[in-house]
Every structure is written in C-alpha cells, then in structure tokens.
C-alpha cells in the first residue's frame, strides 16, 4: 500500500480514535443512579478570586453509592464549595456539616431517566458526526492523491470499513450506558 495511502488511514483512525474518547468522557459525567467523584467535575469554585475546579481545592469521594463527601483542604471554603455546587444547577442539595459538604444523590426518577438516555443518545450522534467528518476528510485527501483509480477505490473502501467499525463500537458503548441509565 501507498505510503500516502496509509499515512491518511493512520490520521483517519486517530480522527475516530478521539471521538469514542470524547464519547466516553463525555457519557461520564451523565449519571446512571449511583453517586461519582466525576458528577461534580464541572463545578468551580471562587478560590481567592478565581474561579478553580472543585478538584483542586477538595477531596472528592462516595463513601456510599447514593452519597458524594467534599472535603475541603482550607476549612474556610465549606461555603464557598456548598454556594459552587448550588450554582453549578446539577440537582443536587449540599449539606455543610462543618468539616465537609455531604450530597446525597436522590434516586432517577424515570422522565429523568428518559432525559438522560436522550442527552446520552446525543452524546453517541455528535460521536457518529465525529467519525463521519474523519472519512469525509480521508476520502477528500485520498482524491487529492496522485494514484491509480484503483488503489483510490480501496482506500476509500478500507476508510469506510474503519467507519463502519467505529459507528458499531459507538452503539455498542450507547447500548451499555442507556442500560445501566434505565436499571433501576
């Protein structure tokens, strides 16, 4: 095969590589029932006046599956950490017991079980998109090439083979995530 050919094909499997990366990143942070350190990820803390990730600035854990435990390392941000996580509108209702903020993860109603499955869904579709505009911009490369009308149609079958395999490990990672969404 073309050097070319299988420089564009590498690129190509990156190109769908990152989107199941940023698919399953993303899926993540859509909670399935049970309490994660990573459903407050997207909180920010005002800290001394900038805004810096909860991470940074607490220690995040579960110590139960329906119960998420902030512990500040400064105790004088327990308010600013209970006021962040209000503020980050993610359904929950912090308590401050003085030493840390306790979130207690309510169970998914089934509506909301429904919206998650759709917003994961969502997720998968702009991961298929992610993937389709890798091979739209595989197959653009391979016509640009210098090559035999044959060793064209190959490549452009090989990168809509590559295509078809990631559209199947996109459903399949949607299929597990909207199962365990919709266990109850």
Do not use: C
């Not at 389709?132 to 911009?137: C, F, S």
């Amino acid at each position: 095969m073309d050097d070319e050919i299988k420089f564009i094909l590498d690129t190509t499997k990156e190109g769908m590589d990152s989107a199941i990366a940023h698919l399953e990143k993303m899926l993540v942070k859509i909670r399935a029932g049970k309490a994660s350190p990573v459903m407050l990820s997207s909180v920010m803390v005002e800290y001394y006046g900038s805004p810096t990730p909860l991470a940074q600035v607490a220690n995040v854990n579960t110590p139960d599956a329906r119960t998420i435990s902030v512990q500040p390392w400064e105790k004088n941000m327990l308010q600013e950490i209970e006021k962040a996580i209000m503020n980050a509108n993610l359904g929950f209702n912090p308590m401050n017991n003085g030493d840390f903020v306790i979130i207690n993860v309510p169970p998914l109603t089934e509506e909301r079980r429904r919206d998650l499955a759709k917003q994961a869904k969502a997720e998968a579709e702009d991961a298929k998109i992610g993937v389709r505009n890798a091979r739209q911009e595989a197959n653009k490369e391979i016509r640009g090439l210098d090559v035999s009308e044959d060793l064209q149609k190959n490549a452009e079958a090989d990168v809509q083979a590559l295509t078809d395999k990631y559209i199947k490990k996109i459903d399949a990672i949607f299929e597990v995530k909207e199962a365990e969404i919709m266990k109850v």
